[in-house]
C-alpha cells in the first residue's frame, strides 16, 4: 500500500508556462483533494472529487483545473503559471474521516 | 462556514517542558477533530483524531480532548523532546458535508523544542 503519491517533488516553472502536477492514491478511496500551503499560513482547499467523473471547486480554485477519470488518479492542472501560485501543493485521499496526504509539490513560479 | 483558530505561535520551549497549543472550531453539523503535524520538509501527517464529543485522541505522548461544551480541541503533551519541533495543525472534517469528509485547516503552529 503506497498510500498517497505525488509527483513531481519540486518543479521551478516560467511565468505563463503550464504543468500537471500527478496524484494516485490506491486505497480505492473515493473523496480526493487539492490544498495548497503558503508560507506561514494553513492549507486551502483548490478542488475536490467525491468520484471518478465528478469534480467541485473548493475554496481557491482559480487558475486551476482538474479530472478525475479514475478511482486512482486525480491531476492538478496549472494552465498559465503566476508567481501568486508558487506554493506547496498536497494531495489528500479521504474515507471516513482518515485523510491520509502526500509528500507535496514544491512549486516556485519566476 | 466551518472554521478553525488555532493559538498564534511560534512556541519555543526547552526539552521536557509541558505542552498546549490551543484550538477552537466553528461547524454547523457534527465534526470530527484532528491534529496534523508537518516536520521540516515533509508532507502533512496525522497526529491524534477525535469523532465526537468526550474522546481523548492520543498518540506519541501527545493528547487531545474534544469538548463540545467549548469548541475546543487543545493538544496538550507532558514532556516534548527536540523531536518533536515542527508545525501542528488542528483541523476539522464535517462528513456529512457533500464533499464527504473535507478537511478546514487551521492556520498552524510552529513549535521549536531546543536542548
Known amino acids: 500500500n503506497a498510500g498517497v503519491t505525488q509527483t513531481p517533488k519540486f518543479r521551478i516553472l516560467k511565468i505563463g508556462q503550464s504543468m500537471t502536477l500527478q496524484c494516485t492514491q490506491d486505497m480505492n478511496h473515493n473523496y480526493m483533494y487539492w490544498y495548497r500551503q503558503d508560507p506561514g499560513m494553513g492549507l486551502k482547499l483548490i478542488y475536490y472529487?467525491?468520484?471518478?467523473?465528478?469534480?467541485d471547486k473548493g475554496e481557491v480554485p482559480n487558475g486551476y483545473n482538474v479530472s478525475r477519470s479514475t478511482t486512482e488518479d486525480f491531476p492538478l492542472r496549472l494552465e498559465l503559471a503566476a508567481p501568486s501560485q508558487t506554493s506547496v501543493y498536497f494531495c489528500?485521499?479521504?474515507?471516513?474521516?482518515?485523510?491520509?496526504f502526500g509528500q507535496g509539490t514544491r512549486l516556485t513560479v519566476v | 462556514g466551518d472554521s478553525v483558530t488555532q493559538m498564534e505561535g511560534p512556541v519555543t520551549l526547552s526539552e521536557e517542558a509541558f505542552l498546549t497549543i490551543n484550538c477552537t472550531y466553528t461547524?454547523?453539523?457534527?465534526?470530527?477533530l484532528f491534529w496534523y503535524v508537518q516536520y521540516p520538509g515533509e508532507g502533512l501527517q496525522l497526529l491524534l483524531k477525535a469523532t465526537k464529543a468526550d474522546d481523548k485522541g492520543s498518540n506519541k505522548g501527545f493528547e487531545a480532548t474534544y469538548r463540545k461544551e467549548t469548541t475546543s480541541f487543545h493538544l496538550e503533551k507532558g514532556s516534548v523532546q527536540v523531536s518533536d519541533s515542527a508545525v501542528y495543525f488542528c483541523a476539522l472534517s464535517d462528513v456529512y458535508e457533500t464533499s464527504g469528509s473535507r478537511l478546514t485547516f487551521g492556520e498552524g503552529t510552529q513549535l521549536t523544542v531546543n536542548p
Open positions: 489528500a485521499s479521504s474515507y471516513r474521516g482518515d485523510s491520509p
Open positions: 461547524a454547523t453539523g457534527y465534526p470530527s
Open positions: 472529487s467525491v468520484g471518478a467523473g465528478i469534480t
